[in-house]
């Protein structure tokens, strides 16, 4: 089984910047795929950032390319999202998820059988 616990939500202005984080727990196999999703009420949920454990790469949301930075600590089975330059629009619901490899095929939607409980991100001036 994999455990999946965020942090780091919060309220930041435009322009600001906040880091997530996901510590993970349970059976390596099933966490070869990680990555952020967030979900605006209404709307579905969309792939932010995904992370192939194993080697590292990483893909990115084109609306995110060039502002968040998705990295993994493994000594301490951690994933992170670092959010820069913030914009409202990137308010949301953000979750972690992980997979033992649905991302291999389809990066930018996969759907995830493990999910943290959530994070909320405000960008409001």
């Known amino acids: 089984q994999v455990q999946l616990v965020e942090s780091g939500g919060g309220s930041v202005r435009p322009g600001g910047s906040l880091r997530l984080s996901c510590a993970a727990s349970g059976y390596l196999y099933n966490r070869r795929c990680m990555g952020w999703f967030r979900q605006v009420p209404g709307k579905e949920r969309e792939a932010v950032a995904t992370i192939r454990s194993n080697v590292g790469t990483t893909y990115y949301t084109d609306s995110v390319k060039g502002r968040f930075t998705i990295s993994q600590d493994n000594a301490k089975n951690t994933l992170y999202l670092q959010m820069n330059s913030l914009k409202p629009e990137d308010t949301a619901m953000y979750y972690c998820?992980?997979?033992?490899?649905?991302?291999?095929?389809?990066?930018?939607?996969?759907?995830?059988?493990?999910w943290g409980q959530g994070t909320q991100v405000t960008v409001s001036s």
């Open positions: 998820a992980a997979d033992p490899g649905r991302c291999f095929s389809s990066p930018l939607s996969w759907q995830a059988n493990y």
